[in-house]
């Protein structure tokens, strides 16, 4: 019953538990930029945090798989791989008799490694043609079996069982982006989940033999799927309601949707954005949401154009979770724009936007985190002054907020 979390923060990998009944002072796993964290416990209560470090060299490989053992307070970090991964890529740690596996997204696909005698480990290429989006569950045998998403946006599952070749199986044909999820129920059946980038959150099931998508209402427009298997063969499917601002979890055998957390208070309608000196340059604007966005906020806290003229914004997003923009005539008010979909971390999208006709201080925000991630939008008359104000203004974010949890 002891609550384990693990999330990255200021260049570093934090752990805390709740053993001693509330939750411990965070512990330092590892020094340095980390990306892509996930987590397990044996049996035993022995913690496994897996994640994607940059080395500290520009030789050599882009990033390290690294595993980190928990000691009781002093943790063992070692190399399980080296790998190149690809915007969004994901780690999935698993624990089994003989000791820990993970998988993980790299240039040559989708990769489990296992530790082997000692402290060598092996990696095995899964699917060549995988390497974003993986999740693994272990079965009590301790074989693993992975979900991930193609280059071309397929859905798919692998598994090795005892050792042998890997199998794999077309789960869906998307498009799907982001992360996936997979769990396994007592009974040995298969529960996968994803992004698909057009219809939301989407589930299927090897129930009958073959995957089949399952209608799971009120998943349209949803991202960041999870899924946990429970007692008497019950599927809990999490995500995140971006329109709504929710999270959202239902059970594969009721239809209703059951609200996981309270809904973030809604701000005040009508709220005035705040006065702002920024000054348009340009048609083309950027915004960047650095690691630990959904705490620290946006880079940019000021945007600014010209009424009537049509202009782009280019998101950057640095952070682990994904991030969009909306355009309001205020906070809580009227939407002018909204991009879709939102922005995977690691990647950058540009969206063109129609001119605003009316001057004055609007208001930005991140719809999917719209109680930190805000600004002020400046719509300016036409011919200002050449090269004035100071166009974006930013904020120092360095070291700042959680990353991804």
Same mark, same amino acid.
């Given at each position: 019953g002891v609550h384990h979390v693990a999330w990255t923060e200021g260049g570093q990998v934090l752990y805390a538990n709740n053993a001693e009944g509330e939750?411990?002072?965070p512990e330092v796993v590892s020094q340095g930029p980390a990306s892509g964290v996930s987590m397990a416990v044996s049996d035993d209560g022995t913690a496994?945090? /897996?994640f994607y470090e940059q080395p500290r060299t520009a030789e050599g490989p882009t990033s390290l798989v690294r595993v980190a053992t928990d000691g009781g307070g002093?943790?063992?970090?070692?190399?399980a791989a080296e790998a190149e991964p690809p915007d969004g890529a994901t780690t999935s740690i698993g624990t089994t008799s003989t000791g820990p596996m993970v998988a993980f997204g790299d240039s040559s696909g989708t990769v489990v490694a296992r530790? /082997? !005698?000692g402290d060598v480990w092996q990696s095995d290429v899964a699917d060549p043609a995988g390497g974003t989006g993986v999740d693994m569950a272990v079965d009590p045998d301790g074989n693993p079996h992975v979900s991930y998403l193609t280059a071309d946006g397929a859905v798919r599952h692998a598994h090795s069982i005892d050792g042998g070749p890997w199998e794999i199986t077309d789960v869906a044909d998307g498009p799907a982006?982001?992360?996936t999820a997979i769990a396994l129920t007592e009974d040995g059946v298969h529960h996968v989940a994803w992004q698909d980038s057009e219809l939301g959150v989407t589930y299927a099931s090897n129930q009958e033999g073959d995957f089949a998508p399952e209608t799971v209402g009120g998943t349209e427009g949803g991202t960041l799927p999870d899924l946990a298997a429970g007692a008497d063969g019950i599927v809990y499917l999490a995500w995140h309601d971006s329109a709504n601002a929710e999270l959202q979890l239902a059970t594969r055998t009721e239809d209703e949707l059951l609200l996981a957390v309270p809904s973030p208070e809604a701000a005040p309608p009508g709220a005035a954005p705040e006065e702002a000196e920024c000054q348009p340059e340009g048609t083309d604007l950027t915004l960047t949401a650095p690691q630990g966005a959904v705490t620290a906020g946006w880079a940019e806290t000021c945007?600014?154009?010209? /009424?009537?003229?049509?202009?782009t914004v280019q998101i950057v997003n640095? !952070? /682990?979770a994904p991030h969009n923009l909306g355009i309001y005539t205020s906070q809580g008010g009227e939407n002018l724009f909204s991009s879709s979909p939102p922005t995977n971390p690691g990647a950058t999208d540009?969206? !063109?936007?129609?001119?605003?006709?009316e001057t004055g201080n609007l208001y930005f925000q991140c719809d999917l985190h719209p109680t930190t991630m805000t600004g002020t939008f400046v719509v300016a008359a036409g011919g200002g002054a050449e090269g004035g104000g100071g166009g974006q203004a930013e904020q120092d974010t360095d070291g700042g907020g959680g990353g991804n949890q």
């Open positions: 939750f411990s002072k496994f945090i /897996a002093n943790w063992t970090v070692e190399t530790r /082997a !005698d982006v982001g992360r945007l600014a154009v010209e /009424a009537g003229q049509p202009f640095q !952070d /682990a540009t969206f !063109d936007v129609p001119p605003i006709e």
